[in-house]
């Protein structure tokens, strides 16, 4: 219990409140000579009064120089909002017709198609034969005596179910949240508007916020902004956390979802911070726990670029469920030509199988795989993956230079030696040398040309990759510097930095080194001696990808995003490295975990380890580590051979642009996802820009029809990078799946005879919740624990009324009232200024 204070906030020293007195006080005791004087003038009376009413005065004046502020206790009132959260993934538009009969009398009382108070404790009966695997009883002993009229009423009601369960088996899940929502009869639409102020939202892979009020047309789903080929759960949840205003009005959260969450984000966590903000959370379970019988391609793991004559490994996994112990046939496809055949055996719950593939022809060639449907399989739509090859000719170039063979130089070198399409050359500056033989073992001088030849006569002519180690300033010179700033700026080609102990780069002092590098302020990070010791797989600092790291098919390690990410996390830690901030548009593609440091997404801080930059028409990728080689521990060339030679892969990209003397022209990737961005670039020479100098350009995108045809779809302006005229960009995210041919045409100039196009694969994927679509309670349960709330399921939700706390909350404060400035000070301080100028006019006096 709060008690009454009074406060004086014009008293801070004693000083201070002496100079108040004395300030009072000289005119009080100059009033008090005056009254006496004024004595003899009028009645005894009157000087009184006039004498009471300055000393007042006085004191009122006093007190407001104090400043006085009284404090009082007081109660405040404010209302709470509901969160009405609506899952709308791919795997919400799953029809459960193979859910148990009991779940699906559930669903239907839920929507008021079945049940009432005189029916309810039938129902009740006949799901919990049901649920046991036996036949209801569908007319009770007391109910009926005749045989025959026992019959007929038990056919009747079994047929009347039958019929209510059919109508059941036709909505999705997402039809099931609306009607609950929309409809006035159902039990979660009456409890909601109980409770007064609600809110509600739809998520997927992220959330907004949608206006239901006053609304008879059915809720609008927002797929295209929300990304329902994933759901995070995380997110909705984090941002109800971080908005401290909504933890002060929210009373609740009613979460509508399967649970089938793929961010692989620590949902239970961010479900436990908002329990300690004490807001529950109730989730609504929607779906069947039984999984269907179904067979998905859950992944293909496939290079995008390979070289003409390489033997390409087409890798995919199969989900199976319910189908063990049976022959499938696999089926892989090329341009709509069944090329390859596999019949395997189900043995378990994910099947691998794999597909030899020689790349003979230079091109780009459409691929797909597919899994024959088998008798029972709930769905069709997920059988069948679509995938596009780029094949080049010619092998990869690859430039490797150190200054001394020190073991990452060593392992990078045997590694790329073993690849028969990659061509290495390597130089080291510092290297022992004994006399014994004619020269050095490895090169230890750069070839750079010089101020009067061409730069075509240097090391970095003819090279697809440059890969640069810990080089000294003195060793790799500026011209050297310069001459690489050039191949990747001008030339589009991949440059890779490696960082180093000794020297680079914090012993270069170089402008060109500062703009080729994707971060500034670099520091070392050091694991501390306790921590660098033990076992490999756990000593030291590890590595996590981010989310851009994680589309990159250069990081992937792993057969699906999942089993990727596990990789990373697991792979042998690190013990030194350089971190710094990244560049504006430079990408962090991994970072540093500190030991015992949490991977939470919002626990760990931005410690760059992979960085890549787009650099003219070329690209740097930094590595912050000098130890790619620790990957190999226990495991040999697994994951070390397989990052170097994806790198190389990647590396010859440029080599697929089309091209001609005015300009290169190509797109960032070419196999893309629905919904995900096509992004286009286009370089114009240094003579075409002057002779074209009011130049514009654009794409036009032309989808390739089944039979070949080629049907216009829409266009695209390039714009010119900021301060970079010569290299233009534009992206694209309105793509439906299929083949697309970009065609760049230009305004006010003249790109020549033949067409500059390229072309790109949009797939539609399987998102990883629809290889699993069984409501996952575990996780619900999960969030309802460690937020406070409980787990219902669609036929309970009447209990939120109980559950949830109101939606008015009550909080005890202080409420503070400035006596010195109050209103009613003023009005009394007139008031005894006036009555004793009155009385002192009537006295006669002055």
């Known amino acids: 219990m709060l008690d009454t204070e009074i406060s004086f906030d014009g008293v801070e020293s004693g000083w201070q409140t002496g100079v108040m007195i004395l300030l009072v006080a000289l005119p009080a005791i100059l009033a008090l000579i005056l009254s006496r004087s004024e004595r003899q003038s009028v009645t005894r009376w009157r000087a009184r009064c006039i004498f009471a009413l300055r000393a007042v005065l006085f004191v009122l004046v006093f007190v407001a120089l104090l400043r006085p502020v009284v404090l009082q206790p007081t109660t405040i009132s404010k209302s709470r909002t509901v969160i009405v959260a609506v899952d709308v993934s791919k795997s919400m538009d799953t029809r459960d017709t193979h859910a148990k009969k009991s779940e699906k009398i559930r669903w239907a009382r839920a929507l008021g198609m079945i049940g009432n108070e005189q029916t309810n404790q039938r129902l009740d009966r006949w799901s919990n034969a049901y649920d046991t695997n036996s036949e209801p009883e569908w007319v009770a002993e007391d109910e009926v005596s005749d045989p025959n009229q026992r019959r007929q009423l038990a056919d009747s009601r079994r047929l009347n179910l039958e019929n209510v369960l059919s109508q059941v088996d036709q909505l999705t899940r997402y039809d099931i949240c609306a009607r609950l929502l929309m409809e006035n009869e159902s039990r979660l639409a009456t409890t909601i508007r109980k409770r007064g102020k609600y809110e509600v939202y739809q998520f997927a892979g992220d959330s907004r916020r949608i206006d239901i009020r006053d609304s008879d047309q059915p809720i609008p789903k927002l797929t295209d902004e929300l990304d329902p080929l994933s759901t995070d759960i995380e997110k909705l949840l984090s941002d109800r956390t971080n908005s401290s205003k909504e933890q002060d009005s929210i009373a609740g959260i009613i979460l509508l979802t399967d649970g089938r969450d793929n961010s692989g984000e620590d949902v239970a966590e961010a479900a436990r911070r908002l329990g300690n903000e004490s807001i529950p959370i109730f989730p609504i379970m929607m779906g069947s726990e039984i999984s269907p019988n179904d067979i998905a391609i859950e992944s293909i793991e496939f290079p995008e670029e390979a070289l003409q004559g390489d033997l390409v490994r087409l890798r995919t996994v199969l989900k199976t469920n319910g189908f063990e112990g049976e022959d499938i046939n696999v089926v892989l496809s090329r341009e709509g030509e069944e090329t390859d055949r596999q019949s395997v055996r189900i043995d378990g719950p994910l099947l691998e199988v794999e597909f030899p593939l020689e790349t003979r022809d230079v091109g780009r060639h459409n691929y797909s795989i597919k899994s024959e449907l088998l008798d029972g399989e709930l769905l069709s739509d997920n059988n069948e993956r679509e995938l596009a090859i780029n094949v080049v000719d010619g092998n990869t170039r690859v430039l490797l230079v150190d200054g001394e063979a020190r073991w990452e130089f060593r392992f990078i070198e045997t590694a790329l030696s073993r690849d028969d399409h990659v061509e290495v050359e390597k130089v080291v500056f510092q290297q022992p040398y004994m006399n014994v033989l004619d020269s050095s073992f490895f090169e230890s001088q750069l070839d750079v040309a010089g101020p009067n030849e061409s730069s075509t006569e240097s090391a970095f002519s003819n090279t697809d990759l440059v890969i640069i180690g810990d080089v000294s300033a003195t060793d790799f010179s500026t011209e050297a510097w310069e001459q690489v700033d050039e191949f990747v700026f001008e030339s589009g080609g991949t440059l890779v930095l490696l960082a180093g102990k000794r020297n680079f780069p914090r012993g270069h002092r170089s402008e060109v080194v500062d703009r080729l590098l994707p971060l500034t302020n670099l520091s070392p990070l050091q694991v501390a001696e306790n921590t660098a010791a033990g076992d490999p797989q756990q000593r030291g600092f590890h590595l996590q990808l981010t989310s851009a790291g994680a589309r990159e098919d250069v990081l992937q390690f792993g057969v699906d995003a999942a089993a990727n990410r596990t990789i990373w996390g697991e792979l042998p830690g690190h013990s030194w490295g350089l971190v710094g901030q990244e560049k504006p548009g430079a990408t962090v593609w991994a970072r540093f975990i500190l030991p015992n440091e949490s991977q939470a997404r919002d626990s760990v801080e931005e410690r760059p380890a992979i960085v890549h930059q787009y650099y003219g028409f070329g690209q740097v990728i930094w590595i912050g580590f000098d130890s790619t ?9 697994g994951y070390h051979h397989r990052f170097w030679g994806q790198l190389t892969r990647l590396a010859i990209r440029n080599k697929s642009m089309a091209a001609n003397d005015s300009v290169r022209f190509g797109t960032e990737k070419l196999n893309l996802n629905v919904g995900e961005p096509a992004i286009v670039e286009a370089e114009l020479s240094e003579p075409f820009l002057r002779r074209f100098p009011e130049v514009s350009t654009s794409v036009v995108i032309h989808r390739i029809t089944s039979d070949g045809e080629s049907i216009p779809h829409s266009r695209l302006d390039l714009t010119p990078r900021p301060a970079e005229p010569r290299f233009l960009q534009g992206q694209t995210s309105n793509l439906p799946a299929g083949e697309y041919q970009l065609e760049l045409v230009a305004q006010n100039a003249d790109l020549g005879h033949e067409q500059i196009s ?89």
């Open 758 to 846: 390229t072309s790109v694969f949009v797939r539609d994927p399987q998102p990883a919740e629809q290889s699993e679509i069984r409501a996952n309670r575990e996780l619900l349960s999960a969030i309802a624990r460690n937020s406070g709330g409980q787990l219902l399921m669609p036929d309970e939700v009447e209990k939120l009324t109980e559950l949830i706390r109101s939606n008015s909350a009550d909080s005890t404060g202080m409420t503070s009232i400035r006596i010195w400035d109050h209103w009613a000070l003023l009005v009394a301080f007139l008031t005894i200024l006036c009555t004793e100028w009155i009385l002192r006019k009537r006295g006669g006096l002055p």
């Open 629 to 637: 080689w620790r990957w190999r521990h226990r495991i040999g060339d």
